[in-house]
């Protein structure tokens, strides 16, 4: 079984920066892909940023060039930098993991979830 547990988030200004962090425990694969993914109040979840096996990264349109994902696979971690935060970007983040991209984002009940982390930027 797979533990996924994220960290991170607060409450900030917007221009600011945060660091989400996603510690995964238990027998996860390294070979799984990763990523974040977001709900905000009233919105279905939506795709944040992606991290395949090979390290290949996909991000979602409105957070290129200002969201980093990164993986460490000798750590069991997956983090999100998150730089020039703007008020849309106010959301629960959830870290997952899966076999694919494309199962990840397909099939996501077959993924594992963390529990999330709250991220509110006000203007």
């Known amino acids: 079984q797979v533990l996924l547990v994220e960290s991170g988030g607060a409450s900030v200004q917007a221009g600011a920066s945060l660091r989400l962090s996603c510690a995964a425990s238990?027998?996860?694969?390294?070979?799984?892909?990763m990523g974040w993914f977001r709900q905000a109040p009233g919105k279905e979840r939506e795709e944040v940023a992606l991290?395949?096996?090979?390290?290949?990264?996909y991000y979602a349109d409105s957070v290129k060039g200002r969201f980093n994902i990164s993986k460490d696979n000798a750590k069991n971690t997956l983090a999100l930098q998150m730089n020039s935060l703007q008020p849309e970007d106010t959301a629960m983040y959830y870290c997952?993991?899966?076999?694919?991209?494309?199962?990840?984002?397909?099939?996501?009940?077959?993924?594992?979830w963390g529990q999330g982390t709250q991220v509110t930027v006000s203007s």
């Open positions: 997952a993991a899966g076999w694919t991209i494309g199962a990840m984002r397909t099939f996501p009940e077959d993924s594992y």
């Open positions: 991290i395949d096996e090979r390290g290949v990264t």
């Open positions: 238990g027998s996860l694969n390294p070979r799984y892909c």
